[in-house]
């Protein structure tokens, strides 16, 4: 497997180290000729896309007037994916590179900027790195500061999801003047129903027992939620580079729980849950197996299968658990809304 990635990024390289692509690729336009002049409206803008959160953000701005072509799959470990030779071609060929940054998506955000400095048409968009600045970046469990990055999992605070959906809004216009006023009613539409979002999950979690109000996750996602809505994270399992923690940490952590008295802590969708099996077990607190921070719900064609929808998901499986009630989701349709 390790030989077979460095293959992979010895050929990524060779793609994002040429001008245009391989003569054997007829077909791929040349975008070294591209200009913003060139799209009319009748060309849609090809935005390339990571985590599935994000692609669903872009997707409610955008609409049908744009080709989304995400690259890191659904459940997929952003943080260690590795591309392929195929996806530094689906960026080289795009107009618009959409990412969080903050290097949560890892060699794709690398090979990203070195397309982008190889091809001076093609646009990339970092979100992450345009919403907060690094006063305000956060460093914990998962990402400790001595290794340099911050937490990057921005989207599972709403508030920051809003300013993803107004940078693409301003991105997609800039690029695309055209079809602003669509860009600009998706994205009044869409934030309208983030913002309710953020108020349910606001009082939703005050329906928490204040001294319930505590996470305890596998991977280290929920830093910036929790100081948004009123809740601590008291810790996380997986260790910094990702691997499986050492028993010390497993009985440090069994330790804790047991001191805090935390009714329930959590698993994640892509991270395997036999070390907090074994957590809960000893700790005598509830296991809740999935917490998502960037696997949509149901399937591509649910209604729910959505951002919003992933979002209320985690609240049902967050605050139920811990004592609390999710009422307030009643009115929030996690739909998609561009187009209506």
């Known amino acids: 497997m390790k030989m077979a990635a460095q293959y992979s990024l010895i050929a990524i390289s060779i793609i994002v180290g040429i001008t245009g692509l391989p003569q054997f690729i007829s077909s791929a336009p040349n975008l070294t000729n591209t200009t913003k002049e060139s799209i009319t409206p009748l060309t849609k803008l090809k935005v390339v896309t990571s985590v599935a959160p994000i692609t669903n953000i872009v997707k409610n701005v955008g609409g049908d007037k744009i080709e989304i072509i995400p ?16 996806d530094a071609i689906k960026m080289n060929d795009a107009n618009l590179i959409i ?3 903050l290097n949560l998506e890892g060699s794709m955000e690398k090979v990203a900027t070195e397309t982008k400095n190889k091809n001076p048409n093609l646009k990339l968009l970092k979100l992450g790195d345009n919403t907060i600045t690094k006063d305000q970046w956060l460093f914990d469990f998962s990402f400790p500061k001595e290794k340099g990055d911050p937490n990057p999992h921005l989207w599972l605070n709403v508030a920051y999801a809003i300013k993803f959906a107004n940078l693409t809004r301003d991105k997609l216009i800039e690029m695309d003047p055209n079809n602003a006023n669509y860009y600009s009613s998706n994205a009044d539409r869409y934030v309208s129903l983030l913002k309710r979002l953020d108020q349910g999950i606001t009082q939703a979690v005050k329906t928490i027992p204040e001294q319930n109000r505590k996470l ?6 929920w830093a910036y939620f929790a100081p948004r809505y009123g809740m601590v994270v008291i810790g996380a399992v997986q260790p910094a580079d990702f691997g499986e923690p050492s028993p010390q940490d497993i009985a440090r952590l069994i330790d804790q729980i047991r001191s ?8 994640s969708e892509v991270y395997p849950n036999k070390v907090m099996d074994q957590i809960g077990r000893e700790g005598k607190v509830t296991f809740v197996q999935t917490l998502s921070d960037d696997a949509l ?3 591509p064609t649910d209604t729910n299968h959505t951002y919003v929808g992933m979002m209320i998901e985690d609240m049902k499986n967050m605050i139920i658990p811990l004592g609390g009630n999710i009422d307030s989701f009643k009115d929030v349709n996690p739909q998609n809304t561009y187009g209506k």
């Open 71 to 86: 690259i890191i799959p659904e459940g997929s470990d952003s943080h260690t994916f590795e591309m392929v030779p195929s």
């Open 99 to 101: 990412i969080d940054g």
């Open 216 to 221: 305890l996750t596998y991977h280290d996602s």
């Open 260 to 267: 805090v008295k935390v009714p329930a802590i959590f698993g």
């Open 297 to 299: 719900p149901g399937q």
